[in-house]
């Protein structure tokens, strides 16, 4: 819980990031909120990377039951993030395959993800680590933003 307002930044660090996030000194309650749903939640993890004992990157894993697959469960990884300073030195894809063993280790049958089409460079490293566009996406905003 104590990285979470470093967290909250990372996420915000980037042009669709700021849009949507609110980092500073005092968060919302509604981060604490929901770190603390996927702390009791034996499903879901949230991750940090550190370098030089900062947060330089993060993300979350979740894994999700389901009835295909012949009832295998699937993990998804969400919200990552690397620091803008620490980008281009292998930290994500440390964190990636990080992600992928334990799915792995867990059994999972596919590890999917999914990145806003205006995020080019999120796609090319993607794509690049052996993630394939395979369906497409779609998102039903209940709120604005």
């Known amino acids: ?8 930044r990372l996420l915000a660090d980037d042009p669709l990031g700021v849009t949507r996030e609110t980092p500073g000194d005092e968060i919302p309650e509604a981060y604490f909120s929901a770190f603390t749903a996927i702390e009791k939640d034996p499903n879901n993890q949230v991750i940090v990377a550190e370098v030089n004992g900062a947060v ?9 039951p389901g009835l295909t697959y012949t009832g295998g469960e699937r993990a998804q990884i969400e919200g990552v993030r690397v620091a803008s300073d620490h980008r281009g030195i292998g930290l994500g894809q440390d964190m990636i395959n990080w992600a992928i063993d334990r799915a792995r280790a867990r059994g999972c049958r596919v590890v999917q993800l ?3 089409r205006q995020r080019p460079d999120a796609i090319r490293f993607y794509q690049k680590i052996g993630f394939r566009p395979s369906h497409m996406g779609m998102k039903y905003p209940l709120r604005d933003g």
Not at 1 to 8: H, K, N, S
Request: proline share 5%; aromatic share 4%.
């Open 114 to 116: 999914t990145t806003d």
């Open 56 to 64: 330089a990157g993060t993300l979350q894993l979740t894994y999700i």
């Open 1 to 8: 819980m104590a990285d979470l307002p470093q967290i909250v």
